[in-house]
């Protein structure tokens, strides 16, 4: 079964779990039909994002689309355990404004994936989704999490029940780890390919074309830091304040950007596509207005002596 074609741009749903502030169900199905008017068909998810209102949204909203016109990616290895005594609070720990009604417990043996995969079907209202990536290997134990998740997860692809596996990470050993067994389809890569900073070229991509293993860039703005023409010092990086030194070097390649006529945001869109391993960048949104400004920008002509400057100048690698 060949993987599912993806598009350029895709629509991270983080967002629509309340990830730092709360959004309203209207906002959150506002953001998702501004995405597919655009040509949105790809949707990336997780049952973390929210402690499940991510899926439950984005099920809601699919449920009036034709299924055979998106394709869905969720995660597996955290499974979602009742929780009543957090029904009080606020699951701020993992920057989700959502009731703590539920924890997380890591799992990735096969009985675990294959239960996490049927919660989520349950979440999203699907009978199926198109892709499932082991999730933050790298934050339970690498080692046994890979050699327990990816042989599940690839059983869940070979019984047909998922048309792509793969693992998604913020942790280049994670990711190359995961390209190097040969068994995936693809890999998520989130915030290590980026304008800002590019550490999955030493061994994640090189893995990937050895392979044959296509790539998925995510965090492309780096939490926010890429997302404005001129990088605030309130921006996030990492999820927190970005550090004086991580600041500095984004404004300076804002500047260099500015030279020939591009925002910020435009290039750390277009950066990561570059690449032919990368298949699609996936953009979180919390406004209509976001997703249709990221559109526009994957369109906009970026010429190519930006990209020679911003690598003589040493902001960005080879």
């Known amino acids: 079964m060949p993987s599912p074609p993806l598009g350029r741009l895709a629509l991270g749903a983080a967002g629509l779990g309340n ?7 209207e906002q959150a199905y506002a953001v998702l039909e501004a995405a597919w008017d655009c040509g949105v068909r790809y949707f990336d998810t997780a049952p973390h994002y929210g402690l499940g209102l991510s899926e439950r949204r984005l099920g809601v909203f699919l449920a009036s689309k034709p299924r055979g016109e998106y394709v869905v990616s969720t995660k597996v290895g955290r499974l979602l355990v009742p929780d009543p005594g957090g029904a009080g609070r606020l699951d701020e720990e993992n920057a989700f404004a959502v009731p703590a009604d539920h924890r997380r417990v890591w799992d990735f043996s096969a009985d675990g994936i294959r239960r996490s995969l049927e919660d989520s079907l349950t979440r999203l209202g699907l009978d199926a989704v198109d892709i499932v990536y082991l999730h933050d290997p790298e934050l339970y134990d690498l080692e046994p999490a890979l050699a327990e998740g990816v042989p599940a997860v690839v059983a869940l692809r070979d019984e047909g029940l998922v048309r792509a596996v793969g693992v998604g990470s913020k942790c280049t ?4 780890a995961a390209a190097r067994t040969g068994l995936l389809d693809l890999v998520m890569v989130a915030g290590r390919f980026t304008l ?8 994640v991509l090189p893995e990937c074309r050895a392979h044959s293993v296509g790539v998925v860039a995510a965090a492309v703005f780096n939490s926010g830091l ?3 023409p001129s990088p605030s010092a309130q ?4 999820y927190e304040a970005a550090p004086p030194e991580v ?3 984004a404004r300076e390649i804002a ?7 591009v925002e910020l945001p435009t290039a750390a869109l277009q950066y990561p596509l570059r690449d032919h391993s990368v298949r699609s960048v996936v953009v979180g949104a919390a406004s209509p207005w976001e997703v249709r400004e990221n559109s526009t920008r994957l369109q906009e002509t970026v010429p190519g002596a930006l990209w020679t400057a911003l690598r ?4 960005v690698r080879a």
């Open 19 to 25: 990830l730092y502030a709360p959004m309203s169900d």
């Open 196 to 203: 800002l900073e590019q550490p999955a070229l030493d061994d």
């Open 173 to 176: 050993k994670a990711l190359a």
């Open 235 to 238: 921006a996030r990086y990492e």
């Open 312 to 315: 003589e100048r040493g902001l």
């Open 226 to 228: 890429l997302a404005t």
């Open 247 to 249: 600041l500095a070097r």
């Open 255 to 261: 500047a260099v950007c500015a030279e020939f006529g």
